[in-house]
C-alpha cells in the first residue's frame, strides 16, 4: 500500500509533467529505486517524502525559469514560432497542456509525416504520454523543457556515433 505522502508525490510529479528520472536525477537515486518507491513495492526511506518535495520544488523553479527564458527568446526573435508553411504564427502560450501529433509538428516546424517517421522508429527524445485513447500525445511542459535545452539537432536523434578505435 502506498502512503499519502508518496501519493502526493507522484501527483506533484504527474502534475508538473516531470518524468521519474528527472526527479531520481536530482535526488541522486536509480529511477528503477525510484519507480518501486512511488508503487509501493519498496518502502521509501527516512525523510523521503521531504526530499522529494524539496526537489519537485526545485525542478518547477526550472521549468518555470525555462519557460520564461523561452518565451523571452521567442519574444527577442521577433514573435511566435512559424508553422511548416511558414504563414500562421503559433502561440506558444495558448498551446494546451498537452500536444497531439498536428500541434507538435506544427510547433516543431516539420512535416506530420516526418514526426510519426521518429516516434515510430523511437528516436524522437520526448516521450509520448498516455491518455484515454489510443492517439499519441505529448507533455507540453516536457516538450518545452526539451527545447529550452537545446531542442533539434544537426545530428539525427538517438543515433550513436560508431567509435574506431
Known amino acids: 500500500m502506498v502512503s499519502p505522502a508518496i501519493r ?12 521519474q528520472h528527472d526527479l531520481a536525477a536530482v535526488l541522486e537515486i536509480c529511477q528503477s529505486t525510484l519507480n518501486h518507491i512511488l508503487t ?3 518502502p521509501a526511506p527516512e525523510g523521503f517524502e521531504g526530499r522529494a518535495m524539496r526537489a519537485l520544488d526545485f525542478l518547477e523553479r526550472v521549468e518555470l525559469a525555462a519557460a520564461e527564458a523561452r518565451s523571452k527568446a521567442i519574444a527577442e526573435m521577433g514573435g511566435a514560432a512559424r508553422n511548416a508553411a511558414g504563414d500562421d504564427p503559433i502561440d506558444v502560450e495558448r498551446l494546451p497542456a498537452v500536444l497531439f501529433l498536428e500541434e507538435l509538428a506544427a510547433l516543431l516546424r516539420c512535416s ?11 528516436v524522437f527524445p520526448v516521450s509520448p504520454i498516455q491518455g484515454v485513447d489510443s492517439r ?3 507533455s507540453k511542459v516536457a516538450v518545452m523543457q526539451w527545447l529550452a535545452l537545446g531542442g533539434p539537432s544537426d545530428a539525427p536523434m538517438g543515433r550513436r556515433q560508431r567509435r574506431t578505435a
Open 40 to 42: 509501493g513495492r519498496r
Open 112 to 122: 506530420r509525416a516526418t514526426l510519426e517517421r521518429r516516434v515510430k522508429a523511437r
Open 136 to 138: 499519441p500525445r505529448w
Open 8 to 19: 502526493s508525490v507522484r501527483g506533484r510529479l504527474a502534475g508538473l509533467g516531470l518524468s
